[in-house]
């Protein structure tokens, strides 16, 4: 299987890796779902958006209580986008994660708790390495008790001044999703050593890994 190539670039003379492919063109490898779209649709469903849905979907799914998780686009206005337009800044759309979960064991406030815990929301359309709008912080709604769940735990979250700066998150009402190729599902997962993987999603998933231990599963991902 032909591995992602990963777009290098140099900063004041220092390399740096991000999520966008160079390639127009990818090999895809079938996608084994471990729960069956059936089945899915007993579980509630959150959308969210924190950067590069390569490291948003391994942090979900290391989750107790989550049970598959997306990674595709939304917050935007076109249909059916595609990686490369989205991933070159050419939509409105982010990279963002469909997150399946069973509210007996976790609910939309634990969710909202990992989002987010899993990274900077005072980065504006920024996470890491990665720049642009399509890496920017959403945290979607489907109802007002979802929103207002949000907006609480930002005040909370700014009243404990947790972090420096503000936090610009976009707390959006959820429209549509679109899956992306399938050659991003588990991308983490079955891209070891991938650069990118190495360098940046599996430092981000350890360091929420060991800030909210209680939270995973017993063979987190």
């Known amino acids: 299987m032909k591995l992602l190539q990963i777009t290098l670039f140099t900063i004041l003379g220092f390399s740096a890796i991000n999520c966008q492919s160079k390639t127009k063109s990818e090999q895809k490898h079938e996608i084994i779902a471990e729960v069956s779209p059936q089945e899915l649709q007993k579980y509630e469903t959150a959308y969210f958006a924190s950067g590069c849905f390569w490291c948003v979907e391994a942090i979900f799914e290391s989750v107790k209580g989550v049970k598959e998780v997306v990674s595709g686009y939304s917050g935007g206005k076109e249909k059916n986008p595609t990686y490369e337009q989205v991933g070159y800044g050419r939509t409105t759309h982010a990279e963002a994660v469909e997150v399946y979960y069973d509210p007996k064991i976790v609910s939309f406030e634990t969710l909202v708790k990992v989002f987010f815990g ?19 912080s959403i945290a979607f709604y489907k109802n007002e008790s979802e929103k207002k769940i949000i907006n609480d735990y930002i005040s909370e979250l700014e009243n404990k001044k947790v972090y420096s700066a503000p936090i610009v998150t976009e707390v959006k009402p959820f429209s549509v999703f679109y899956d992306a190729e399938d050659y991003h599902q588990d991308y983490e997962k079955n891209n070891p050593n991938n650069s990118y993987i190495r360098n940046v999603s599996v430092p981000r998933l350890k360091r929420f890994q060991a800030k909210f231990p209680e939270l995973l599963k017993n063979q987190p991902h």
Do not use: E, I
């Open 118 to 136: 899993s990274h900077d929301p005072t980065t504006l359309n920024r996470q890491g390495p990665d720049k642009g709008a399509q890496y920017r």
